[in-house]
Every structure is written in structure tokens, then in C-alpha cells.
């Protein structure tokens, strides 16, 4: 497994603009741009990312600034009128339909196991190791990179995250989605789908869209953009974890579950930048970035 597919084609809504394009510290760039970094250190060597046509050109300048010359580099258009045969959507549709349909306008260039990662969130090196060296193992099936959640946390405002459920063996069961998740004295709360308040272990581990997946899963991909926008063409999106729900459910693969001790951090509102600028110029003070 060499391929890492980063996904850019979000609206950046909560941040106030493209948050992908926008860069952070000394350096000024994209937190894509250092996960390419990290990812090339552990051995990746093709890089694809996703994004919206009207930011082809700046994606392309700031995320590929430096080109390795043992790697490929691509990027795809997600389009709403790019999908699955026999489904098609309203015209006047322009609101993206989500991360599992971002990665399925890859699959024409997917040929073996990969990496699929956000691109407005900084993995940390240690993601990346573990993914590449996973599948050297064992490519036969996908996996998932989780956080503690007390390392994904913002000062300024509740996040939304994946709840990991793992089996003792380290697979993954299901993920819930846990909404306005935020620190309230010593304790971590947050609200259920049904709005139910609840309290989250320090230790609960996330997903951050961090993913390693065998080729298998695109048909899975088509199904689910099929089934969902069959359902309202106008409204539904579709997304990385229920695809790997899905996969699941079907027993079409396991998931099994890496820890990363790293720490996250991303941009979900424009406050976050000032923190995220001082994390980076921690790590290219230390000479993990030039």
C-alpha cells in the first residue's frame, strides 16, 4: 500500500471558507501538506486529492509544493453529476454529497489498499506508520485509526465525533455519532443522535476519518450513494463511516482498530487557527518540517 487519498471538497462552513486552502504555521501551509510530509516518511508514494473544481488550481499550488520525484500526484473533481449508473440527482443540487462520495470519484484510480484521510486535520506521523505498516501484514482488510478523545477536543465550541465501539480484539463494532462533545469541568459530555446528554470516558477512542481499505470497498461505496440518494436525491449525504458500517454489516470485511497517541488537532472553527499555528511551529521548531 503506497496511496493516500486526502479529501478537500468541503465548504468549511463552521470555519467561515475553504479551510483546506488556508495555511497555518511558520511555513503558511495547508495541514494537508503535512500529512503529505508525514505520509512520505512512512512510505507513501501516491498522493490524490479530492477537491471542488473552483479550488483545482490553489489545491494543486499549496498541497503539492514540493514534489517528490518517486511519487505520483493526481486530483479529482467531485462532482455531483459524477455517480454511480442508473443514479442521478436534481440539477440545481450543489451542496457536495459527502465523504463516501468523495472517495468514490477516486475509484477509477484505486488499484490496491490505501489511506483516506480528512484534509483539514493534522494526523500526526505516528497515524501513518502504523496504516502503511498495518497492511505490509495484512492487506486482506480495512482499518481505522482512533484517538483518545480528550486529544480531539476545542476550546471553542462543542465537535461533533465518531464513538468508537471495539471488540476486545481490537475490531471495530460500530460508531456512534456523538454531537456538541465538549469539556465541562473535569468530565466530557455530549449528546446523543436522540439528544441525550451523556458522559464520555477520557479514554473513549474516535474516528478522525482516518482510514486504511482494501479495494473491495468501492462496490460498497456505489451501493451506498445508490441506496442513499434513491432515498432523496435532494437533501441525503453519504459518509466514510457508514460505508464501513455497511461493509460490516454485509461481512464483507473486519475493521480493525490502531491507536495513536499522537496528537490531533484541526480546524473546525477560525479560533482554532491560533492553536493549531503554535502546535505547528512546536513540530518545525523540532525540525519535523522545513
Known amino acids: ?17 475553504p479551510k483546506q486552502l488556508t495555511g497555518f504555521g511558520p511555513l503558511n501551509r495547508p495541514l494537508m501538506a503535512y500529512n503529505i510530509d508525514n505520509a512520505y516518511t512512512a512510505g ?3 498522493f490524490i486529492i479530492v477537491c471542488q473544481h473552483q479550488h483545482l488550481n490553489k489545491i494543486e499550488a499549496l498541497a503539492f509544493y514540493r514534489k517528490y520525484p518517486d511519487s505520483q500526484y493526481h486530483t479529482v473533481i467531485q462532482s455531483n453529476q459524477h455517480l454511480p449508473n442508473g443514479v442521478s440527482i436534481p440539477i440545481e443540487r450543489t ?3 459527502g465523504t463516501a462520495h468523495a472517495l468514490w470519484c477516486c475509484h477509477q484510480l484505486i488499484n490496491e489498499n490505501f489511506t483516506v484521510i480528512n484534509a483539514d486535520d ?57 454531537t456538541n462533545i465538549r469539556q465541562l469541568d ?7 443522535t436522540q439528544d441525550t446528554s451523556i458522559k ?3 479514554l473513549a477512542l474516535v474516528s478522525m476519518n482516518c482510514w486504511s481499505f482494501h479495494p473491495s470497498i468501492v462496490s460498497v461505496l456505489a451501493n451506498l450513494i445508490t441506496q442513499s440518494l434513491t432515498l432523496s436525491s435532494n437533501t441525503n449525504e453519504c459518509f466514510l463511516p457508514d460505508a464501513a458500517m455497511q461493509a460490516l454489516a454485509q461481512k464483507k470485511a473486519c475493521v480493525e482498530v490502531l491507536t495513536s497517541h499522537d496528537e490531533w488537532f484541526g480546524v473546525t472553527y477560525a479560533a482554532d487557527s491560533d492553536l493549531v499555528d503554535k502546535k505547528l511551529a512546536i513540530l518545525t521548531g523540532k525540525g519535523l518540517f522545513h
Do not use: D, W
Open 1 to 17: 500500500m503506497k496511496t493516500l487519498i486526502i479529501l478537500a471538497a468541503g465548504n468549511g462552513t463552521r470555519f467561515g471558507g
Open 44 to 46: 507513501y508514494r501516491n
Open 95 to 97: 451542496k457536495p454529497l
Open 122 to 178: 493534522y494526523y500526526g506521523a505516528h497515524a501513518f506508520e502504523l496504516l502503511f505498516n498495518a497492511n505490509k501484514k495484512n492487506n486482506k482488510q480495512h482499518y481505522l485509526v482512533g484517538y483518545p478523545i480528550s486529544n480531539t477536543l476545542s476550546e471553542h465550541g462543542g465537535v461533533n465525533r465518531g464513538l468508537c465501539n471495539i471488540s476486545t480484539n481490537n475490531q471495530l463494532v460500530n460508531i456512534a455519532e456523538v
Open 186 to 192: 473535569t468530565n466530557i459530555i455530549g449528546n446523543t
Open 200 to 202: 464520555i470516558s477520557n
